[in-house]
């Protein structure tokens, strides 16, 4: 292309200075426009954090609505903070602590090792996503919400350490989620119209079973034990027990409405948080006991043998031993968002609205992290990996799903064009 004037070679130069503008204020690994996911304002919310602590305890992980994704030693001391361009909603730590995975509102993956290192990054993921990794890090799901105005597009995907999305399925309406750490299988529970809510098995992202549960408007919690074998999922007016198969090994109906649910590593107990109690089955749903709190329980968890429950209602969390007995409680200075914890109970971790998180270890002893008052390194995106087939010989595509969420970057490189598109039809410029 020549320009057929002098004006032309000057409207050329400005047109190239505008272009270098823009590429300079689209910020790298965000996306441009919001219409393609649900209107999402982190500050109506105030920031909450999502925590996950490795079994171990010595590692806990964070992400934040401001952006920040991080690790943290058991004392709260930062090993690694970075700060990326969009809300994290998912955070996700190996048993041992060597792979941390975040994911982002608009569907970007970050994937590091131990030391903070970017292993690689991926986007299109759709909206709001949720990670979840096996207990080596070799494996894991992320769970993803459609696009704005098409509920029809929630998806499962299933990846390897290495970047690649080995598959993926559509599950409508996702309300919530779980992975079991020694075993590839995840669970999620759906939302929809009243009495048309399923639980659904997936292996490698591969539907196994789905099983309706006849009640309420959505199933609002579900949990899995790590050989896969047990699996809870309630909704507010029942708790149903499902073996890896999908069998219906029982269900009950709790006197107050449920919220929240966990299960031991190993499978053998179910713990339940309602509006006023916190309830303790064992796996045949023998009810061993309940204990009283003021309020909804809104997150619940448990230690991998059953033996330490921690619980939040209101701005308290709360610490008991495998019998009911309180060993302790907190009062927190903000709604708790998040709960987790170590697999031996030894250290548990609430995030905060307010950009806040504590790590608390098992004899009650606190410490609050605000992390506006942690430097925070910008975050070096890596070259997105392409995803490999199952021989692991030729790259392909990465499977996205159709419908799915572009790629952040989509959206500039599309404003750009036609804003070149709009500069050439005004300039005059001919082709020669």
Avoid at 5 to 16: D, P, Q, S, V, Y
Avoid at 39 to 68: H, M
Avoid at 115 to 128: I, R, T
Avoid at 387 to 404: F, L, T, Y
Wanted: proline fraction near 4%.
């Amino acid at each position: 292309m020549q320009f057929g004037n002098r004006n032309g070679k000057t409207m050329e130069k400005k047109t190239l200075a505008i272009i270098i503008i823009l590429l300079s204020i689209i910020p790298a690994g965000s996306a441009l426009s919001s219409s393609i996911c649900n209107i999402f304002n982190a500050q109506l919310i105030g920031n909450p954090v999502e925590t996950s602590v490795a079994a171990d305890g010595n590692t806990v992980a964070i992400g934040g609505t401001g952006g920040v994704i991080g690790a943290f030693t058991h004392n709260g001391s930062p090993r690694w903070v970075y700060r990326t361009q969009d809300n994290i909603t998912g955070i996700a730590i190996s048993d041992d602590g060597r792979f941390i995975a975040a994911a982002s509102y608009y569907g970007d993956l970050f994937y590091f090792d131990a030391d903070g290192d970017l292993l690689w990054n991926d986007s299109g993921f759709g909206c709001n996503s949720r990670v979840a990794l096996s207990d080596d890090g070799q494996r894991g799901y992320v769970f993803s919400d459609g696009q704005s105005g098409d509920l029809t597009r929630d998806t499962v995907f299933y990846f390897n350490s290495n970047g690649t999305i080995l598959s993926h399925v559509s599950v409508s309406l996702i309300s919530s989620e779980a992975m079991s750490s020694a075993d590839s299988m995840a669970v999620v529970g759906t939302r929809g119209s009243y009495g048309n809510n399923y639980v659904v098995g997936i292996d490698k992202a591969e539907i196994q079973w789905e099983n309706k549960i006849p009640q309420g408007w959505s199933i609002s919690d579900v949990a899995i034990s790590e050989d896969s074998n047990t699996i809870a999922a309630i909704e507010p007016d029942s708790v149903t027990v499902f073996s890896r198969s999908g069998k219906n090994l029982w269900n009950i109906s709790p006197e107050y409405l449920a919220r929240s649910v966990a299960v031991s590593a190993d499978g053998r107990y179910i713990t339940v948080g309602t509006q006023y109690r916190a309830i303790y089955f064992n796996r045949s749903g023998t009810r061993l006991w309940e204990y009283s709190l003021p309020d909804y329980i809104n997150h619940i968890r448990i230690s991998g043998d059953g033996q330490k429950i921690a619980a939040t209602s209101g701005n308290t969390m709360y610490y008991l031993d495998g019998n009911g007995t309180r060993l302790w409680q907190h009062q927190l200075d903000n709604l708790p968002e998040s709960l987790s914890m170590s697999g031996d109970g030894s250290v548990i971790t609430t995030g905060s609205y307010n950009n806040t998180f504590t790590i608390f270890n098992e004899t009650g002893a606190a410490t609050g992290i605000d992390l506006d008052t942690i430097s925070a390194k910008p975050i070096v995106t890596v070259r997105p990996v392409s995803a490999v087939n199952s021989s692991g010989s030729q790259p392909v595509p990465s499977p996205r799903p159709p419908g799915s969420s572009p790629t952040p970057l989509d959206g500039g490189i599309m404003i750009i064009a036609i804003g070149i598109t709009s500069l050439i039809g005004i300039s005059g410029w001919n082709r020669k």
